[in-house]
């Protein structure tokens, strides 16, 4: 397991404690964790934040995730999908169709930085 892996695992572990005991984990995991990866790493970690995303069933994990997802995209600076990403853009949806609005607007600003989604 990578680096990268094992903080974001810890992360998503401290989330889903009850009671949250830092609801801004997420961001600084985020502010730590992808300001210091090039645009190389951040396009290679994208599919591992993938995986993690649709082995939890929480919304809010789910959310905080995608939004993960979506800060490795802008860091990784193209617009190329990730293969590991490309074959696996069903199984994102089918695990956001069910969220709130604003995830599925997050699901729809991910796709668009692809231009998947117009």
């Known amino acids: 397991m990578s680096k990268y892996s094992e903080n974001l695992k810890q992360v998503i572990d401290e989330w889903n404690k009850d009671p949250i ?8 995991f985020r502010a730590i964790n992808i300001s210091v990866m090039t645009a190389s790493e951040a396009f290679h970690v ?7 995303l649709v082995s939890h069933s929480d919304q809010s994990t789910r959310t905080e995730l995608l ?4 800060d490795l995209a802008k860091k990784s600076d193209t617009t190329e999908i990730p293969i590991d990403i490309a074959g696996k853009i069903d199984l994102l949806q089918s695990a956001i169709i069910d969220s709130d609005n ?11 930085h692809y231009r998947i989604l117009n």
Not at 46 to 52: H, P, Q, R, S, V
Not at 67 to 70: G, H, K, L, N, W
Not at 104 to 109: A, Q, T, Y
């Open 67 to 70: 939004q993960t997802m979506i």
């Open 102 to 112: 604003y995830t599925k607007d997050k699901l729809g600003e991910f796709l668009r």
């Open 46 to 52: 994208i599919g591992i934040t993938l995986d993690f």
């Open 21 to 28: 005991t830092d609801e801004r984990i997420f961001s600084k």
